[in-house]
């Protein structure tokens, strides 16, 4: 099926694309974030995320994990665990920065992590246990754009994971 607008004959896709971007354009000029979801996924990150530009966009520095095991070496993954323990920990901690800004995990749009490899191989299956805890959930179905990169390792040898957030104000 094909349609003529203004002299230019378009095809039916076109026509829905043009039609979801004027959509999606008037939804952003009304100051909604719009959070696209990824085509024929569960995976629990948006596809992308419409900031409009009457928003306020906070960038939070980048979390490590904090100690669970104050008796351990500081320096060691005994004193902050596993990667799906410390994936808490350091959303915890976001958690708790958001806060403080008067924001929520709800808010956040933006997600970069950076993961150590143990033994060669990045526990991302665990990382995905402690970040589906925050994100995807019944209480919290907002989905950020995310991007995770191996690391050959962060400041503390104890550390498996840095996350840096960005969150815009409601």
């Given at each position: 099926m094909s349609t003529l607008i203004s002299g230019y004959k378009m095809s039916g896709l076109a026509m829905g694309l043009m039609m979801l971007t004027a959509a999606s354009s008037a939804q952003a000029a009304e100051g909604e974030l719009i959070r696209h979801k990824l085509p024929n996924s569960d995976f629990p990150i948006s596809l992308a995320v419409e900031v409009p530009a009457n928003k306020t966009v906070v960038h939070l520095s980048g979390q490590v994990p904090t100690v669970i095991d104050d008796k351990a070496d500081p320096n060691s993954l005994k004193a902050f665990g596993t990667i799906e323990e410390q994936t808490v920990s350091t959303l915890k901690a976001i958690e708790k920065n958001l806060e403080s800004l008067n924001l929520t995990m709800g808010d956040v749009y933006r997600m970069q992590v950076f993961l150590v490899a143990e033994e060669g191989k990045?526990?991302?299956?665990?990382?995905?246990?402690?970040?589906?805890?925050?994100?995807?959930?019944?209480?919290?179905?907002?989905?950020?754009?995310?991007?995770?990169?191996?690391?050959?390792?962060?400041?503390?040898?104890?550390?498996?994971?840095?996350?840096?957030?960005?969150?815009?104000?409601?």
């Open positions: 990045v526990d991302f299956s665990g990382f995905m246990k402690g970040y589906t805890q925050f994100f995807g959930t019944k209480e919290q179905p907002n989905l950020p754009v995310r991007s995770a990169v191996e690391v050959a390792a962060l400041v503390n040898p104890g550390w498996l994971i840095e996350i840096e957030v960005s969150a815009v104000r409601p």
